[in-house]
């Protein structure tokens, strides 16, 4: 017997996690052990034999697993797996497998099972109990340098100048001089030929006293050197340094997909963040502050592209915000004078959390060192005016609830602030917790420093052990839950309905900030970032290590794979949503996505069983 | 009644088979078929030919895959190329199976000697079985002289009386093993090879049982139609 005879089980498999980890051999020997059932709807349930547990692998059917209290835990389609957990524990089964629709089902037995994963780590790590409890291992969180590891997609002109071969020289000038660039590609029949740059012009046509009027191939390159859409920037500036070109075609099976040029790549190093921040300090007005905003989407798209880490990313363009606020709060002071009194720039929400993406809108606030007189006022109120909108023009639109410090409501005194904060914590009416999801993650981004402790001291002293606030915020966060992973197309939400898409932000994301945000406030913890507010709860006990690390990686995952679908909608043109599709997820991220869930699942039941014991 | 009577027969014919592993395959035979449904040893298998007329056309292939307990065992799972007289001609299109790859062929004899073996003591079953089991008699008579009665189940048989207890119209090509199949949300094997088919069609009757036994306790009787 060969692997043919098999072939459609093999198939089958091969394209599976944790499967397709094993070598050949490996991979054949397990199909061979397989036995292969039936499971008819009539009967109810999967009869699993306690002395024998096995794998059962879903080729077709649809399943449910219930716990024993008769809880839904998952719903799998082809594909899925169950009866692992008692094969790794030896405990017995617990839960109930019920036959939605009938189908085929393959099983592994338990010594196959067991030199598999000898065979293969990741084979072992997938079925692991401890891979579903922990997910920091992967090498997806290495955070690599930017310019190395970028794809060129994100640096090159998509719409690269073509002319067709048949064209004269002097056709070919003119169009670059009409379009303003220094190097056009020849085409003939949709295929790439060639190339002409400014320096053709000069040393082939100029120099070589050539008549203008000649067809464009005596004067171009022929074939020129070209490179994949796919490859990395790296690669780019290494095939331009080899080869001393500065224009380089992007050709994929031979069709011209956009060009790159050494001033593309020169352009790109100066969207890194660093540069990017060194050159908003240097700028004198709001229209080049404008300008110099306008690389902030690329930045973001270079972060991405480069697979740095989601926290990092949302420091780093947070950083960017703060820079240009700052920028925004000296240049107009340069007009209207000195303050008339000490006063601090206050980012709430995204901002404040250090955890701002693509299209965030503004959360800000004034906090001043005692009460304004009508001069004083008048001040801020031009003032801030003037920052908002010059936040409004550089991207960060106005804030949709108007919270913000041109809003006379959210400009106050440090007393008027103390009392506003007095108020929601001892009266936590609904529209008091839905301010804290975004005034409680506060940051001074401009001021004294003193000035803002005095403030937020002041509010954690408020909500530090303070068992009515906390139930009532934690009630309040539980209000949203996380769904509970995925079955074919749509995304299983954990009353059993299915939706068609994920929203990351609401459904991930803002829960894990909810977790954070009340354990720091009943901790009185100053941190604002959810990832700090984790470690500082962690160092201080007040979560668990192993609970701790789980919530930092789920953030952290989560948070990347809203990234990474974002990179992926914008690089295709489509609208930026917070919105993933269970069809443009792999199987493996399918099962992270799941075990991320979970602890967030687990992390909100955690929350729930210490705020709100005695309500 | 009717496992009673093919028990005889297949007792009377164990004392006169030519061969030894005739009188071992009915005799063991006898004896399963006086088990209870489910401990029966199952064997679905599947044959390819150069044509469909036994009499002058060749078994170029044969694979199986045994049912136990109700599952599909495929660690015991076979297949064989068998060497035929002339070439594989115009059916080699159909089944991909190419001169030189009959190399490693054996021959008729030894193949139905293997096949005796191999199945000894099981029910066959087939999709379409009359035909299968038409080109093993052919070839057994050549090889052994001997009129062989084989016990088997037809899975498509048991789909036409399936569709027509419901009283809907069979349609062209509705009783094929891909369009059984995928009434029972069987997946769809793009490979077809002997030892594919006999696979295709274990599940099959796997799935065919399990839609029975929803309704009534199933007998062998109930499958030998």
């Known amino acids: 017997m060969d692997a043919s005879e098999l072939q459609p089980i093999v198939q089958f498999l091969q394209q599976r996690v944790p499967f397709l980890s094993l070598d050949e051999e490996a991979l054949l020997s397990g199909c061979r052990s397989l036995t292969i059932g039936y499971y008819s709807k009539a009967s109810a349930f999967v009869p699993l034999d306690p002395l024998h547990p096995q794998l059962y692998i879903v080729r077709s059917g649809a399943f449910e697993v219930r716990d024993i209290n008769g809880e839904l835990l998952d719903r799998l389609g082809e594909g899925d797996y169950f009866g692992f957990p008692s094969l790794l524990s030896g405990e017995e089964a ?8 009938d189908g085929l089902v393959y099983h592994l037995p338990p010594e196959m099972f067991n030199l598999l994963r000898t065979k293969s780590r990741e084979f072992d790590r ?31 002109s998509k719409s690269p100048l073509t002319i067709d071969m048949k064209a004269t020289i002097s056709d070919a000038a003119r169009l670059m001089r009409k379009s303003r660039v220094s190097s056009v590609l020849v085409i003939d029949n949709e295929k790439l030929v060639g190339i002409l740059t400014d320096k053709d012009l000069r040393n082939r046509v100029l120099a070589e006293g050539l008549d203008g009027s000649l067809a464009i191939h005596q004067a171009m390159t022929t074939t020129p050197i070209s490179i994949e859409s796919n490859s990395l920037v790296f690669e780019a500036m290494l095939l331009m340094s080899e080869h001393n070109i500065h224009h380089l075609p992007v050709v994929d099976s031979g069709q011209a997909k956009g060009i790159i040029t050494s001033t593309d790549i020169l352009r790109g190093q100066s969207s890194q963040p660093l540069l990017l921040i060194g050159e908003i300090d240097r700028q004198k007005d709001l229209p080049s502050l404008i300008q110099v905003s306008k690389q902030i989407p690329l930045l973001l798209q270079n972060l991405i592209s480069a697979d740095a880490r989601a926290e990092e990313i949302g420091r780093v363009l947070t950083s960017v ?13 340069q ?45 801020f109120e031009a003032l801030s005016k003037a920052v908002c909108a010059g936040l409004d023009e550089c991207g960060y ?118 977790i954070a945000r009340v354990y720091a406030l009943s901790a009185g913890i100053k941190e604002v970032n959810t990832a700090k507010r984790i470690r500082v709860l ?62 967030v699942h687990d992390g909100q039941v955690g929350l729930k069983l210490k705020m709100m014991r005695s309500y | 009644m009717k496992r009673f009577y093919l028990k005889n ?103 139905m000697h293997w096949f005796l073996e191999k199945t000894q003591g099981h029910v066959l079953i087939a999709h379409h079985a009359p035909l299968d089991l ?91 139609r």
């Open chain 2, 9 to 111: 027969q297949l007792r009377l014919k164990s004392f006169r088979a030519a061969d030894d592993v005739i009188t071992d395959y009915y005799r063991a035979l006898a004896c399963a078929i006086s088990k209870p449904l489910v401990d029966i040893p199952l064997m679905a298998f599947d044959l390819e030919m150069t044509g469909l007329n036994a009499q002058f056309d060749q078994i170029l292939s044969i694979g199986m895959v045994p049912i136990q307990n109700g599952m599909l065992q495929l660690k015991d799972a076979d297949y064989r190329l068998v060497s035929i007289e002339g070439s594989v001609g115009d059916s080699a299109a159909i089944h991909g199976i190419v001169d030189g790859q009959l190399e490693s062929a054996i021959s008729a004899k030894e193949a």
């Open chain 2, 134 to 224: 038409c080109f093993l008699k052919a070839e057994i008579f050549r090889c052994f002289g001997e009129k062989m009665t084989f016990v088997s189940i037809d899975t498509m048989s048991l789909e036409r009386a399936r569709i027509l207890r419901q009283h809907e119209v069979i349609k062209e090509g509705a009783l094929r093993l891909d369009a059984c199949r995928s009434r029972y949300g069987l997946p769809i094997y793009a490979a077809h090879n002997a030892a594919v088919d006999a696979l295709s069609c274990g599940e099959l009757l796997l799935a065919q049982m399990a839609s029975i036994a929803g309704t009534e306790e199933l007998t062998l009787s109930d499958l030998l």
């Open chain 1, 94 to 101: 617990s839960n109930r497998v019920a036959i939605l629709e």
């Open chain 1, 321 to 333: 915000t703060d820079a240009l606020t700052r920028r925004l709060i000296v240049l107009n002071q």
């Open chain 1, 397 to 514: 639109i106005y804030c949709p609830g108007d919270i913000m410090a041109q809003n006379p409501k959210w400009r106050m005194s440090l007393k008027k602030w103390r009392g506003v904060f007095h108020q929601w914590v001892n009266t936590p009416d609904p529209k008091a917790l839905m301010h804290c999801s975004i005034f409680f993650d506060m940051r001074s981004v401009y001021g004294p420093q003193s000035l803002f402790n005095g403030l937020q001291d002041e509010v954690l002293n408020n909500t530090k052990d303070n068992d009515i606030f906390l139930a009532g915020l934690t009630g309040n966060s539980l209000t949203s839950t996380p769904p509970l992973g995925f079955f074919r197309k749509f995304v299983l939400e954990r009353d059993g309905s299915e939706v068609k898409g994920i929203d990351l932000k609401h459904k991930g994301s803002a829960l894990i900030n909810d």
């Open chain 1, 538 to 599: 962690m160092d201080q006990n007040i979560i668990n290590r192993k609970d701790a690390l789980n919530l930092a990686d789920a953030h952290e995952f989560i948070a990347h794979m809203r990234l990474s679908n974002q990179g992926y909608q914008y690089t295709n043109g489509k609208p930026v949503t917070n919105y993933l599709m269970p069809k443009d997820v792999s199987s493996l991220v399918r099962h992270q996505l799941r075990d991320a869930f979970k602890v």
């Open chain 1, 126 to 156: 997938f079925f692991n109990k401890a891979f579903a409890k922990r997910l920091r291992h992967q090498g997806r969180f290495k955070a690599k340098e930017l310019t190395t590891t970028s794809r060129i997609t994100t640096l090159m």
């Open chain 1, 335 to 379: 007009i209207l004078g000195e303050a008339p009194m000490a006063f601090c720039w206050l980012a709430f929400g995204s901002q404040g959390r250090q955890d701002q993406v693509a299209c965030s809108d503004q959360d800000n606030g004034l906090l001043l060192a005692h009460e304004p007189d009508e001069a004083a006022e008048g001040y």
